[in-house]
């Protein structure tokens, strides 16, 4: 299939399209409108989106939160025309099937900004490879940080990072969203600030095991710490620069998903650390728990290259192999003695 020819100009750069129609998609794109962007949201047919684009509210996602009538919200690709910036804001396991669907309403040229958190299961890799992939050599960035939402929809401050190899991209997505109410950092480390995101979802899943089991806050200091440390090292096998790994893009996101109540990977965690079984979770939740599946790309990853990851091996084997949680920390526990 062939994408559109024309290339969005400079003067059209006030033009945004945010792909997807999730509380995180419908946040950002509260965050363009307030900059003064001309901003239209894209959802899947079957996501409610008429019922959403009629109420200008989404119940599901951020329920109170009005959505402005300025922004355009369809589930045609048309959404995408003469967009100068396009934000992908869908889980990673959706990503391959959207791009692919909206290919030839891609506008040729638009810089894609990635605010998905996750790793693609069977090839491992983030959204920046995954657009590469569907897309081409594509201008790109990558949006992560510590930022549910829920808070950042009512107003509440935040902070995050966009990361891109080109740092001119990387300023003007910084740019386009920085407001009094949320900061924007920039750096050149895209795969340390998306792996950061990833990564922290398969720690939270433990953080919440944790919490389950009622273990205290002496083990889920400990696991919080050491889940940091086997983050950095996946991060730096696939080219990261380790530092990034203790900013807003690693540790300050984990803190956020470990202890807030908005934690979709923190809550599935917990319910299963009090005896709850996978599947009978993710049937009744609403949103994308990005961790569950990012355990088992990473874990697969983690193994072909030989990287040690025990807690991910961990939450893997409570998840996907039925293991009880207690065993699982005891043998964390009970692991041969080294230095830190």
């Not at 419908?26 to 899947?44: C, F, N, Q, Y």
């Not at 009538?69 to 690709?77: D, V, W």
Request: with cysteine; net charge positive.
């Amino acid at each position: 299939m062939q994408r559109v020819s024309r290339t969005p100009s400079m003067s059209e750069s006030t033009r945004a399209c945010v792909i997807g129609l999730g509380g995180w998609g419908l946040t950002l794109a509260l965050l363009l409108r307030e900059k003064g962007l001309d901003v239209s949201i894209w959802g899947h047919p079957t996501s409610g989106v008429d019922a959403v684009a009629k109420a200008r509210v989404s119940d599901r996602f951020l329920p109170g939160v009005p959505i402005p009538a300025e922004i355009a919200i369809s589930g045609s690709p048309d959404a995408l025309s003469g967009a100068a910036l396009l934000i992908l804001a869908v889980p990673t396991q959706h990503i391959r099937g959207v791009l692919s669907s909206l290919l030839p309403a891609f506008p040729a040229g638009a810089p894609v900004v990635s605010a998905a958190k996750g790793v693609e299961v069977g090839t491992g890799l983030t959204p920046t490879g995954i657009v590469r992939s569907v897309l081409g050599d594509v201008p790109h960035a990558v949006l992560s940080g510590p930022s549910h939402a829920e808070e950042v929809a009512r107003g509440l401050p935040a902070s995050v990072v966009a990361a891109s190899a080109d740092a001119g991209l990387a300023k003007r997505v910084r740019d386009a969203f920085m407001g009094e109410r949320f900061r924007v950092y920039t750096s050149a480390d895209v795969a340390g600030v998306e792996l950061g995101g990833a990564l922290k979802n398969v720690v939270a899943i433990a953080a919440g095991i944790c919490d389950g089991l009622r273990l205290g806050d002496n083990a889920k200091a400990a696991l919080l710490t050491r889940g940091l440390v086997e983050m950095t090292r996946y991060a730096a096998a696939h080219g990261a620069d380790p530092r990034t790994l203790y900013g807003l893009a690693g540790l300050g996101d984990i803190l956020t998903t470990a202890y807030s109540p908005h934690g979709r990977n923190l809550a599935v965690g917990r319910r299963i650390g009090a005896g709850e079984r996978l599947d009978d979770i993710l049937k009744g939740m609403a949103q994308v728990a990005e961790g569950v599946w990012t355990a088992k790309a990473v874990r697969a990853a983690a193994q072909a290259k030989g990287i040690a990851m025990p807690i991910t091996e961990a939450v893997h084997a409570i998840l996907f192999e039925r293991k009880q949680p207690a065993a699982a920390v005891r043998e964390l526990m009970t692991r041969s003695a080294k230095e830190e």
